[in-house]
């Protein structure tokens, strides 16, 4: 009796010392994806600037002013999701609000590059590539924060089905 006694002791320090090492771990694994994720939110910004120059002098008959105005919009709406993001991930990396404000984030990236480019099918798989990339935060709710957010995006400009139909 005395023996089963100690043994439940050593189990229970066990299994506490086990849910510090996983908390510690899955912390630690949070802050990684979060600052891995506002580095690439500056590297995607970059692209999409200089994406907004080349891009419309081969898609459409764009005149300079235009081009201009789209790279201004690039400039504007593309930094103020980086800077967030950045900001969120320097100053709270591993909260709740961050893992989900990358996830939306990350999706308003794809959303940017699929008005840049006017929606084709290959941009449109930017978004595929970011639901895949969220699904290695160890949080499920961050991938459906991600699938929120696609679907609002679709509903606010329409499907581009519903568009390529009515002409």
């Given at each position: 009796m005395l023996k089963?006694?100690?043994?439940?002791?050593?189990?229970?320090?066990?299994?506490?010392?086990?849910?510090?090492?996983?908390?510690?771990?899955?912390?630690?694994?949070l802050r990684q994806m979060d600052r891995f994720l506002a580095g690439l939110m500056v590297v995607q910004w970059l692209f999409h600037i200089l994406?907004?120059?080349?891009?419309?002098?081969?898609?459409?008959?764009?005149?300079?002013?235009?081009?201009?105005?789209?790279?201004?919009?690039?400039?504007?709406?593309?930094?103020?999701?980086?800077?967030v993001a950045v900001l969120l991930a320097w100053h709270c990396p591993g909260c709740k609000v961050t893992r989900h404000f990358m996830a939306v984030a990350q999706l308003l990236f794809g959303s940017l590059l699929i008005h840049l480019t006017s929606g084709p099918v290959e941009t449109q798989l930017h978004t595929?590539?970011?639901?895949a990339l969220l699904a290695f935060y160890p949080d499920w709710r961050v991938v459906t924060t991600g699938l929120m957010a696609v679907t609002v995006g679709l509903l606010c400009r329409g499907s581009s089905l519903s568009l390529n139909v009515l002409g």
């Open positions: 089963v006694y100690f043994n439940q002791i050593k189990i229970r320090s066990l299994d506490n010392r086990l849910k510090r090492l996983w908390i510690t771990n899955h912390d630690s694994l994406f907004s120059r080349w891009i419309p002098q081969h898609t459409y008959a764009a005149t300079e002013r235009h081009t201009l105005a789209v790279i201004w919009a690039v400039v504007g709406d593309g930094g103020i999701i980086a800077a595929f590539g970011s639901l």
